[in-house]
């Protein structure tokens, strides 16, 4: 992916993992982070993409550009099938088609420009 640089702000095992499976990957909590350092980690990203995470929702308040990858059976908050919320004018929502694997919406999440 040339011209684009991958940033981990997953805090954890599940992070170092992340980071250290993808050559190249910015690890910015691998020393982790008080909440201010990593929003400013979070604004200092042209795009952020995630799960429904600690940086889906810090992008989100902080009015950031955000993609989220939501499983079929997402958490209330995220509604039932929109692909806005009410919570985040910033976040645009990918959901799962029901009992279908993640294929969909990872081509979505690729083909907005």
């Not at 011209?3 to 499976?21: C, T, Y």
Request: some cysteine; glycine content about 10%.
């Amino acid at each position: 992916m040339a011209g684009i640089d991958l940033v981990n702000l997953q805090h954890g095992a599940p992070g170092r993992a992340l980071a250290a499976s993808v050559a190249g990957v910015i690890d910015v909590t691998a020393e982790g982070l008080a909440l201010d350092a990593y929003a400013d980690a979070v604004a200092a990203t042209d795009l952020l993409i995630s799960v429904d995470t600690l940086a889906a929702h810090c992008a989100g308040a902080m009015g950031h550009p955000v993609r989220v990858a939501l499983p079929a059976m997402a958490d209330w908050r995220w509604g039932r099938d929109a692909t806005t919320t009410a919570w985040y004018s910033s976040a645009s929502l990918f959901r799962q088609a029901e009992g279908r694997g993640w294929d969909d919406v990872v081509a979505g999440l690729c083909a907005v420009g």
